[in-house]
């Protein structure tokens, strides 16, 4: 049985195929179009993924879409007469788009396929999952338990932005939903405008900043007061209730009503370019641990419906690793599996799995191994012959190794000395981080390398942090962490041992000055709170990247790097061997290593001056 999975049309689009409920490939549209959360039709990914199958379209028993539009339509309505007359504008901009192209969705996804290759639009068997049983799907079906309770948290799908289901067997079932316009996703989004970060992309940032908020201050537990007192009543089983006279997403063209939270929270909405004082990230702390409080009342509640010591998660919110951090170490649950592309990316696979296991009930039969995402390694590859081919397009001088084991002792030696290496090797990740596949790397040790990155690499805010990757048999000797983490979804604190003693006025000091006080022994990867956003990195998924570490423990002692995303601020994760060439020549990075070739960048020809990323990439 062959099945193809799409999410489109609202941001991160993507597409991925199964063959008897096994993953043979997936991948977001952004990485080949270049335009960061693309949610265009994924022309190019469904093309990728029908390729690497080897299968033609009319070969696939269902195409799969990960939501139902006319439902999402209903809500659409519904919405706007209940608080008609309000919204009129967003309104008159909204419903036109609906009726040419997602009203008539069959017709225009037979269009699209159409643009891959012909097939018999006659044969063509189309599917429709609602959006939050897509995000529960991707998360059960590819984890490794037999029943497990699902959590799905989200802005919002059709109706639904929280679901609590049990998934046992082939088969899953929808307990509990929370119904727009109260949703957990949309208040967190809603912090994320307010601070200045854009919705749908910049909530990251928002979780990055929180612990640059002062939890001994008392200006913290207000805004925590103010949020669950006037914006929100949070209820016991977890849902959310939202004071919609606050808000402005449901019918406006923005997400809170500015002058409303200027006066509740005593200063204005924070613009992109203003600088971060101090309420801004005490107010980032406040949303954060009220998110916290959230997830946790919701998995408490999960846990006493379904009885399971499983809990498998999915849904934007998902992909708050510290909540998921905390959460795990809880203990409400024993066992946690998160999917690596929890947000709409993720809901493609997600559709395609509901649709082979539910739709067509075939049997699900767990893999035993941690999982079945294959370390999420799931998008393209490229030979040898195609890196010599952008080689010699952009005349980049290289070193081939034919041996791998002396490669990766080269590059741990070159980490060791300071210098910041764009590593790409084998399949792409599937998902928002990079995992290994297509990352910058760094000296975890090294105090000055977060700054040499985020600064002449990444061209990004100074105050974000860096993921370390961590051999996933030595990771408890560096983290708190009891469990394996391929994913880089759970945040764990650093080993107390590890920990520098902090001077008495820290929290009297500047942002800036904080960011650069040494925590640990691993200044690189340790967040302002002794934090880290862990990815354990085993053998058995990635074994090129798994041996670096291993080099680098045998040189230096320690199994553990800094990994961020190969891109520059604003750009997609790097897909082919030209990305990586050109995101390497257009900045500060010291070495490129694809495959089996080293890149110096002394060495290569003096680079295009005209060819700014900064033109081609909007900030994000």
């Known amino acids: 049985m062959k099945i193809l999975g799409i999410s489109a049309f609202y941001h991160d689009s993507a597409a991925a195929i199964i063959e008897n409920g096994n993953i043979l490939a997936a991948a977001q549209e952004e990485r080949f179009t270049r335009k960061k959360h693309d949610p265009a039709f994924p022309v190019n990914a469904v093309r990728f993924c029908l390729d690497y199958a080897g299968f033609s379209i009319d070969e696939l ?11 999402k339509f209903e809500r659409l309505l519904e ?5 008609s007359p309000k919204g009129l504008k967003s309104f008159i901009m909204a ?27 006659k044969k063509l068997k189309l599917l429709f999952p609602e959006h939050h049983l897509s995000h529960a799907a991707s998360a059960f079906y590819p984890s490794g338990f037999e029943e497990s309770a699902i959590l799905t948290l989200d802005g919002v799908g059709e109706w639904a932005t929280a679901s609590i289901c049990y998934g046992q067997g082939k088969d899953i079932k929808i307990i509990r939903e929370l119904h727009f316009p109260h949703s957990l996703g949309l208040l967190y989004s809603a912090f994320t405008y307010f601070l200045g970060f854009r919705v749908n992309s910049g909530e990251y940032k928002l979780m990055g900043l929180a612990p640059y908020g002062n939890p001994h201050s008392p200006d913290v537990k207000k805004f925590q007061e103010i949020i669950k007192t006037t914006l929100t009543d949070i209820k016991p089983d977890g849902s959310i209730w939202l004071d919609q006279k606050y808000f402005n997403y449901a019918t406006g063209l923005r997400m809170v009503k500015g002058e409303k939270w200027e006066q509740l929270f005593g200063f204005p909405t924070r613009k992109p370019e203003d600088k971060l004082e101090q309420h801004h990230c005490d107010l980032a ?4 641990l009220v998110t916290e409080e959230v997830v946790f009342l919701m998995a408490e509640e999960a846990r006493r419906l379904t009885g399971s010591e ?6 934007g919110v998902a992909l708050n690793c510290v909540a998921n951090g905390k959460l795990l170490r809880s203990g409400i649950f024993k066992n946690i599996f998160i999917q690596p592309a929890a947000g709409d990316a993720g809901g493609a696979l997600g559709a395609a799995l509901a649709a082979h296991h539910l739709f067509f009930k075939k049997e699900r039969i767990p893999s035993g191994a941690m999982d079945s995402m294959q370390g999420s390694y799931l998008g393209p590859e490229f030979s040898n012959m195609e890196i010599e081919q952008m080689a010699r397009k952009y005349k980049a001088k290289f070193v081939r190794y034919d041996d791998f084991e002396k490669l990766a002792e080269k590059t741990a030696a070159l980490i060791d000395q300071g210098n910041a290496i764009g590593w790409m090797q084998g399949r792409m990740e599937f998902g928002p981080r990079a995992l ?19 600064l002449k690499i990444k061209y990004r805010e100074s105050f974000r942090p860096f993921a370390p990757s961590v051999l996933g048999e030595t990771a408890t000797d560096y983290f708190n962490i009891d469990t394996p983490s391929p994913y880089m979804l759970l945040v764990a604190p650093v080993q107390e041992k590890r920990m520098a003693t902090l001077p008495d006025n820290y929290f009297e000091l500047p942002l800036m000055d904080r960011l650069y006080i040494q925590r640990s022994d691993m200044p690189a990867v340790t967040h302002i ?20 570490l291993k080099k680098m423990e045998e040189r230096t002692g320690y199994g553990v790097v800094v990994n961020t995303s190969f891109n520059v601020r604003g750009e997609p994760i790097v897909c082919t061997p030209e990305d990586a060439y050109r995101c390497f020549m257009r900045t500060e990075m010291d070495f490129l290593v694809v495959g089996d070739y080293l890149f110096e960048k002394t060495a290569q020809p003096e680079w295009d001056k005209k060819d700014n990323w900064k033109e081609e990439f909007l900030l994000d």
């Open 61 to 71: 028993d269902a195409v799969v879409f990960y939501d139902k539009p006319l439902l």
């Open 79 to 83: 919405t706007y007469y209940g608080f």
């Open 95 to 121: 419903i036109p788009v609906w009726l040419k192209e997602k009203m008539f969705l069959k017709r225009m996804i037979r269009e699209e396929l159409g643009k891959v290759q012909e097939f018999d639009r």
């Open 285 to 288: 702390l406040a949303i954060q």
């Open 310 to 315: 499983n809990l498998c998660m999915a849904g």
């Open 436 to 454: 290994g596949g297509r990352s910058i790397l760094g000296d975890a040790r090294n105090k000055e390398m977060q700054k040499k990155l985020n």
């Open 529 to 548: 709170d002794f934090s880290a956003r862990v990815q354990s990195v085993h053998k058995e998924t990635n074994p090129r990247y798994w041996a670096l």
